[in-house]
């Protein structure tokens, strides 16, 4: 089983709330459970559960179980602090998730002022890794690539399809959409793309045709995204049945049934996109990993369900490492990870607490999904 040889003492339980106690090491999770991308929890707790499985089944952390406790942050900058806070009261040693850029920036000096680690997954936004580590704050790492490593990448190899040099930038109002999209105009600019628009719009934008009529009138060759799953798929239904030509770009996720079902009808043909995951990545490991999250969920694994679980197997690692559940012990303990991912890259932090872990580049031709290159962010 994957990870029992590095792990063989690891063990962990998932239970459902609780003060920490002798017996377990308690981690806390806030992640919006409820809201508007209440999906991408979901997806992040099926990794979660995954990873609670194997790691129970190896033995335990320290000889004891880990509980997780969960919080519910609604993607809600004000909801985070809130339960950041709570969580932090219940004496929680380290915290996953936040998922929302906007509610890791939020919570970011609370982490700093109780002394106590936060590692981030899935949030996205430049600034993160900018005022982490030497930027300021020792105490918030990151896993995943920023918008920034992503939008280069992204938009290199646009420069190198040839044939495309306008491109409009579609983005939630957000710090993740505005990040991204401040990200891609910098790494556009740089080749020397023109941006002919920038739309934002809120979460949960429910009616997109204002914006894509736009889209057809401008001369936008290309459109990057940086929207939620759901915002996304509903803008390409919408762009299709518009007949929107423009190549769709940015920071798209294609996992899941839904994208699955879209992509075969068409929505997203000639999409590119640079993803710091796919299930199509061709390791053992990652094979092993999306045909276990498919006989446990019954759904192809996701961004999220990897991030969640690679997150897990790094704070135990540290925990382990570190020899205490004591936060500072942690803290000095993530500093000297070196974890090897499941996408192919040994995951270390550098000194603003930014791991650079593999990107994918996709694309769809004729209703396929295809990865064209996995490749280093660092």
């Known amino acids: 089983m994957l990870r029992t040889v590095a792990l063989a003492s690891l063990a962990i339980s998932l239970l459902s709330s609780g003060a920490y106690s002798q017996e377990t090491i308690q981690i806390g999770a806030s ?5 508007p991308v209440a999906n991408g929890a979901l997806q992040e707790k099926r990794g979660l559960e995954l990873a609670l499985e194997e790691i129970n089944a190896a033995g335990g952390v320290l000889g004891k179980p880990l509980e997780i406790l969960y919080e519910d942050n609604q993607c809600n900058p004000s909801v985070a602090v809130t339960v950041t806070n709570k969580l932090l009261e219940a ?12 509610a890791v920036l939020a919570t970011m000096s609370l982490f700093q002022r109780a002394e106590v680690p936060l590692v981030s997954a899935i949030a996205t936004n430049p600034k993160i890794s900018e005022l982490s580590g030497a930027g300021g704050n020792p105490w918030v790492f990151r896993l995943n690539p920023s918008d920034r490593e992503l939008a280069i990448a992204n938009v290199n190899y646009l420069v190198s399809m040839g ?21 891609f105009a910098a790494a556009a600019k740089e080749k020397g793309l023109q941006i002919v628009s920038t739309d934002f719009h809120p979460l949960g934008a429910p ?13 936008a060759q290309a459109v990057a995204f940086y929207q939620a799953h759901a915002d996304n798929a509903n803008f390409a239904k919408q762009a299709h049945s518009m007949g929107l030509k423009a190549i769709m ?11 699955e079902a879209l ?53 135990a690692q540290a925990i382990e ?6 936060p500072k012990s942690i803290r000095d303990a993530l500093e000297k990870t070196s974890y090897k991912s499941m996408i192919g890259v040994t995951v270390n932090f550098d000194d603003h607490n930014q791991a650079h872990n593999n990107a994918v580049i996709i694309t769809i031709k004729d209703h396929v999904l295809c990865v064209k290159d996995v490749f280093p962010t660092k």
């Open 163 to 183: 044939g495309i040099e306008k491109i409009a930038i579609v983005a939630e109002s957000t710090d993740y959409g505005r990040g991204g999209a401040d990200a």
């Open 207 to 219: 009616d997109f045709t204002t914006i894509i009529a736009r889209l057809q009138n401008n001369g």
């Open 249 to 259: 770009t940015g920071k798209l996720s294609l996992d899941g049934d839904t994208f």
């Open 321 to 326: 490492r570190a020899g205490s559940a004591d």
């Open 31 to 35: 992640m919006p459970i409820t809201g």
């Open 263 to 315: 992509i075969k009808q068409g929505a997203y043909d000639n999409a590119v996109t640079v993803f710091p995951y796919s299930p199509a990545v061709n390791t053992p490991e990652n094979k092993d990993f999306v045909e276990r999250i498919q006989a446990k969920f019954h759904e192809t694994a996701s961004y999220e369900a990897f991030a969640g679980y690679e997150s897990l197997y790094v704070v």
């Open 91 to 102: 004496g929680v040693p380290v915290v996953l998730g936040q998922q929302c850029s906007s």
